[in-house]
C-alpha cells in the first residue's frame, strides 16, 4: 500500500471525527482524530485496517466499523484499561486520556480487531422510530386498516416491534407505559389516537442479526456510541423487548426480496415499505430498481390493498433528515418531520 493509501484513510477517519463532534459523541471524535494521525504514519490503525482498502466511505463506513470492533473489545471485557473511558460500560475517565489505552488494546487484539472491521455496519437505531411513528400513526389512520410491515435494511429488526415501545411528551404520549424503551418527543405527532394493529412484520438485511443471540447482541450494541448513554439503554431495552415479539428478517437484499412481497396487493391491510439511513449502501443501480419497483407496486395499489412507502434518509437540500410518506393509490408524498439521523430534535411539519 501507498502513502496515498495512508492519506485516503486518515482523511475518512478526520471526516467521522467532524460529524462525531457535531452529533454529540466528544469520545469518538478525539479518538478519531488521534487514529488519523497513527493511520497517517502507518502505526497501529493503518496495519489494523489496510486490508479493507480501498473502502468508499458512503458505502463502507470504515471507520464506524472500526470504531464498532473496538467497542466490542469493551463489551466483552477484552479492554480493561479502555473500558474506563467507555460510559456504555460504566467508565468516567475523560475523552482526551483514552488514546494509549485505545491504542495499546488495539496492539493487543490486532487480528480481531481486522476481522470484525470487515463485518458491515450494524446500526439498528431504536430512536428512529420516534419519527417513523408520525408516519405509522398517519397511515393507520388514513387507511383504517392492519399494517403489514415490510423493512428495507431491518438489521435485527428492532424497529419492526416499534409500537413495543414508549413515547412520550407533556402534550401527549403512545405505547406501552411498561415498555422497556422510553423516548421523549418535544411535541408529539398528530394522529396520536389511531388505532394500530399489526398484521404482519418482516425484514431484509443482507447481513441480518439474531437480537437473541449474544454475539450478535454485541455487535448491535458495538455499533452504539458509547458516551451516547440514551441510545445505549433504548438499544438494551429493545433488545429486552425482541424476545416477546417475533419477527423474520430474512438474509436478502431489497431488489430480490421485495417483489415477491408486492406482486400482487395486499388486500385488507395497508402495505407498509419503510427504511431509515439505507439508501447510501446502495449502488445506483440498486437504488434505483428500488425505486421502480415501489413505483409498479403503487401502480397495482387499491384503496382496499393500499401500499405506503415510508423513510428517513438524508436529503442534502433540506436540513436535518426528513421524514417522508409516500401513499397509494394516489401516490402523493408529503414530508411529515425533520429529525436528526438518530431520532432526535425532531420537528413535525
Known amino acids: 500500500m501507498t502513502t496515498g493509501a495512508r492519506t485516503e484513510l486518515a482523511e475518512q477517519l478526520n471526516q467521522q471525527a467532524e460529524w462525531c463532534e457535531r452529533l454529540g459523541s466528544k469520545l469518538y471524535a478525539t479518538l478519531l482524530i488521534e487514529a488519523a494521525s497513527d493511520a497517517r504514519r502507518g ?26 470492533a473496538m467497542h466490542a473489545l469493551v463489551l466483552r471485557d477484552l479492554a480493561p484499561d479502555l473500558a474506563r473511558f467507555y460510559p456504555s460500560v460504566g467508565g468516567t475517565g475523560r475523552p482526551g486520556g483514552a488514546w494509549p489505552a485505545f491504542v495499546s488494546a488495539l496492539e493487543e ?11 458491515p455496519v450494524q446500526t439498528n437505531e431504536v430512536g428512529r422510530c ?10 393507520a389512520q388514513v387507511s383504517g386498516r392492519p399494517l403489514r410491515l415490510l423493512e428495507v435494511g431491518s438489521s435485527a ?3 419492526l416491534r416499534w409500537d413495543r415501545y414508549r413515547y412520550e411528551s407533556a402534550k401527549g404520549s403512545w405505547g406501552r407505559s411498561d415498555s422497556a424503551v422510553r423516548m421523549m418527543w418535544d411535541a408529539p ?49 429493545a433488545l429486552a423487548e425482541a424476545s416477546s415479539v417475533p419477527v423474520e428478517v430474512d438474509e436478502e437484499s431489497a431488489e430480490t426480496w421485495l417483489p415477491g412481497l408486492l406482486e400482487q396487493p395486499a ?10 439511513i439505507v439508501l447510501q449502501y446502495l449502488s445506483d443501480q440498486e437504488r434505483a430498481e428500488f425505486l421502480r419497483l415501489l413505483e409498479r407496486a403503487g401502480a397495482r395499489a ?12 438524508p436529503d442534502p437540500g433540506m436540513s436535518g433528515f426528513p421524514v417522508r410518506l409516500r401513499m397509494w393509490p394516489n401516490g402523493e408524498e408529503t414530508v411529515l418531520a425533520r429529525s436528526g439521523p438518530h431520532g432526535s430534535d425532531i420537528v413535525w411539519t
Not at 387499491?302 to 434518509?313: K, N
Open 43 to 68: 502505526g497501529a490503525v493503518w496495519v489494523a485496517l489496510r486490508d479493507h482498502l480501498p473502502a468508499p466511505l458512503l458505502e463502507v463506513m470504515l471507520p464506524l466499523r472500526f470504531m464498532a
Open 109 to 119: 487484539h490486532t487480528e480481531e480487531v481486522r476481522t470484525l472491521s470487515g463485518f
Open 130 to 139: 420516534a419519527a417513523l411513528i408520525g408516519g405509522w400513526l398517519r397511515i
Open 157 to 159: 429488526g428492532l424497529n
Open 189 to 237: 405527532p398528530p394522529h396520536l389516537d389511531a388505532r394500530v394493529e399489526i398484521a404482519e412484520r418482516r425484514g431484509c438485511d443482507p447481513s441480518p442479526l439474531n437480537p437473541l443471540n449474544e454475539n450478535d447482541r454485541i455487535r448491535l450494541l458495538s455499533a452504539v456510541w458509547p458516551d451516547q448513554i440514551e441510545r445505549v439503554e433504548r438499544t438494551r431495552g
Open 267 to 276: 388486500d385488507g391491510v395497508a402495505t407498509v415499505v419503510f427504511h431509515s
Open 302 to 313: 387499491t384503496q382496499g390493498a393500499p401500499l405506503a412507502h415510508l423513510t428517513l434518509e
